[in-house]
């Protein structure tokens, strides 16, 4: 057997039938160069074998998977994988509860079984080449560990012991021209208790506006699969000013505030206390709760330090509300994705499928009741998810919406996700920098269709089809508004999208490349940016 086009991804290889009566009996295929990506893998063979149980039907009886790989021909690795199958049940009576999201379920208790239960189990016998592996895997974890062993001269964090972790010396300097030259130190605590308790507490002191912040967070996980969740903070730090529509790492913003003066984050300094409780009540339906309190203050700015561009000057902080927060939050996740309960938690997983997941939240201040400074409430609803296309190809979304009842403080309104000069990130607007457009009331949506290499393969120019240019293409539109009350409540006033923008781009690169080259058009609202060129990577 093989595809009808050598250009589709597939398999390759022969499948195995009884005479007569063409049961199944094996099948022994190998992924074609088409499926083999960026042909990193030199051979990926699977192989399954079938056995005949009661007396008509044949049922799998093992499944194995041979790999062998070569990374730029820099590094080779390969690895075996083997299962047995065995003590099927042919129409047995279940029970109507039975099913559940469950597709793999592994009980918690199964790390704890004594040497004794699985001799009793019926189990491949190992190969000499495996009992050889497992003696070296067993020598080797017996060796005493350096906290050096897995440290990387990119690591944000330093693992002193399996559940202790601290800042790497990349995470223990940042700097902005609010706090200037900034110390950074953080302990983290993961996995304790029977993986039931992850702690983190941070430290940071800036050298220009001489303030010592921290940021102490706790939580701690209950059920069978800890399901269900008690989540504290307390915190004094700088915070950044719409950060949840931004999504630049610390790193890329101080080497551009250093080298260049190029300050594209507004900051404010925040103080308070947050708990929170979260619950998986059913198996698609995730609904949580909790108290928020917070201390807002604007900063201002405190350095005009860079090594570079001395004759610039910093742009001026942008000023915020200054406001004490009291507030009851609600919300909710509906996913109807299946999950592995891998003994100790649930791992959704969408294996290539259609899905999409469904979230919202409310937000309620007020004077009055919870000695509040301002009054509002606010609601958001969101659905992310992924939509399978042709072959390979799919669609990828979000959705968003926002919508505001009383005077919304500066520092809670939403951004569209915009980006800094010749860069861009998935989910958001190319043509729009960061923060240019804030709004109360917000309705965003961001499509990007995934064609891969399919197009070119269809094409079937010569070349081209081989090269596995990767193709995607994305639509962006929203409208975002202030409501009457914030507007006059607010220190500043924003750009709107009255009426709907529009903007659409494509992008192109290659899988064995971490970024994409992107173009992007505005089709509504023009003016400046109408087409502008970025480069799409996690890097930034």
Do not use: C
């Not at 399978?388 to 500066?410: M, Q």
């Not at 269709?449 to 240019?469: A, M, Q």
């Amino acid at each position: 057997m093989q595809p009808e086009n050598n250009s589709y991804p597939g398999f390759i290889g022969s499948i195995f039938i009884v005479d007569g009566t063409f049961d199944l009996i094996k099948v022994y295929l190998q992924v074609n160069r088409a499926a083999n990506t960026g042909g990193i893998f030199d051979s990926i063979n699977v192989m399954q074998q079938f056995a005949l149980y009661g007396e008509d039907f044949f049922m799998p009886a093992d499944y194995r998977l041979f790999v062998n790989a070569n990374v730029l021909s820099l590094a080779k690795f390969g690895f075996e994988l083997s299962t047995i199958l065995y003590d099927y049940k042919i129409n047995p009576r279940i029970d109507d509860g039975f099913f559940d999201k469950a597709i793999v379920k592994v009980l918690p208790d199964a790390d704890n079984k004594d040497p004794v239960y699985w001799k009793m189990q019926q189990t491949i016998p190992n190969t000499f080449e495996e009992e050889l592996a497992y003696k070296r895997i067993d020598s080797i974890s017996a060796l005493p560990v350096s906290v050096w062993d897995n440290f990387s001269i990119l690591s944000t964090r330093l693992n002193i012991s399996e559940n202790i972790s601290v800042s790497a010396p990349p995470a223990m300097y940042h700097f902005n021209r609010i706090e200037g030259h900034s110390i950074d130190f953080g302990i983290y605590v993961s996995s304790l208790l029977n993986k039931r308790l992850n702690s983190s507490l941070s430290f940071n002191y800036g050298f220009s506006d001489k303030k010592f912040k921290y940021n102490f967070s706790s939580e701690y996980l209950m059920g069978e699969y800890r399901t269900h969740k008690i989540s504290f903070e307390l915190f004094d730090k700088t915070k950044i000013l719409f950060d949840e529509s931004e999504n630049y790492n610390e790193l890329t913003a101080t080497l551009l505030a250093l080298l260049s003066k190029y300050e594209f984050r507004d900051y404010y300094y925040s103080k308070g206390v947050n708990l929170f409780v979260s619950s998986e009540v059913l198996p698609v339906l995730n609904l949580s709760a909790g108290i928020l309190n917070r201390r807002d203050r604007s900063a201002v700015n405190k350095s005009d330090f860079s090594f570079f561009s001395k004759d610039k000057t910093y742009r001026i902080n942008q000023s915020i509300n200054k406001v004490d927060i009291n507030a009851f939050t609600a919300g909710f996740i509906l996913d109807f994705r299946n999950y592995i309960e891998d003994g100790f938690f649930r791992r959704r997983t969408s294996q290539g499928r259609s899905y999409v997941i469904f979230s919202g939240s409310a937000q309620i201040s007020r004077k009055e009741f919870l000695n509040s400074s301002t009054d509002f409430t606010t609601f958001t609803i969101a659905a992310n998810g992924f939509l399978k296309g042709f072959n390979s190809t799919g669609l990828s979304f979000r959705f968003f919406n926002k919508h505001t009842i009383g005077e919304l403080p500066y520092q809670f309104m939403y951004s569209l996700p915009g980006n800094i000069n010749l860069t861009s990130k998935n989910y958001s607007f190319r043509t729009l920098l960061v923060n240019e457009v804030i709004g109360s009331n917000v309705t965003a949506l961001n499509l990007k269709y995934n064609f891969r290499d399919e197009i070119f393969k269809l094409l079937n120019i010569p070349g081209l089809k081989k090269w596995e240019i990767q193709l995607s293409t994305f639509f962006n539109a929203a409208i975002s508004e202030a409501e009457s009350k914030t507007l006059t409540f607010i220190p500043v006033e924003v750009n709107e999208f009255k009426k709907p923008f529009f903007e659409i781009g494509f992008g192109l690169g290659h899988i064995l490349l971490p970024m994409q080259v992107e173009f992007a058009w505005k089709l509504t609202h023009r003016g400046e940016n109408n087409f502008r060129i970025g480069l799409n990577s996690f890097a930034f």
